[in-house]
């Protein structure tokens, strides 16, 4: 079973910045895919920012130019750079791998995002 934990989260003013941390059970070499998405309340669980197979990156339109995923494959860890965040960004932040591209996607508990003045 693969273990996934975020961390990084908290409260941020608007136009500030944060790093949010993905730690794996797992080697991150040979993954299918990895990713963030964010869930808000009341609101259903949108994709943020995820790379498939052959390291092709999709960025969320809203997001574009503010945010940058990235990893390090010694310490499997997986990386979202939030910049330039605004309220609307508050929501809770998942991680997830995906080992093979028909299987099944391993997610953390999540980690709080809160921007506000």
């Known amino acids: 079973q693969v273990q996934v934990v975020e961390s990084g989260g908290g409260l941020v003013q608007p136009g500030g910045s944060l790093k949010l941390s993905c730690a794996v059970s797992?080697?991150?070499?040979?993954?299918?895919?990895m990713g963030w998405y964010r869930q808000a309340p009341g609101k259903s669980r949108e994709s943020v920012a995820t790379?498939?197979?052959?390291?092709?990156?999709y960025w969320r339109d809203s997001m574009k130019g503010r945010i940058t995923i990235s990893r390090d494959i010694s310490q499997s860890m997986i990386y979202l750079n939030m910049n330039n965040l605004q309220p609307d960004d508050t929501a809770v932040y998942y991680c997830?791998?995906?080992?093979?591209?028909?299987?099944?996607?391993?997610w953390g508990q999540g980690t709080q995002v809160t921007v506000s003045s």
């Open positions: 797992r080697s991150l070499v040979n993954l299918y895919g």
């Open positions: 997830y791998v995906e080992p093979i591209a028909t299987g099944t996607r391993y």
């Open positions: 790379i498939s197979g052959g390291s092709i990156a």
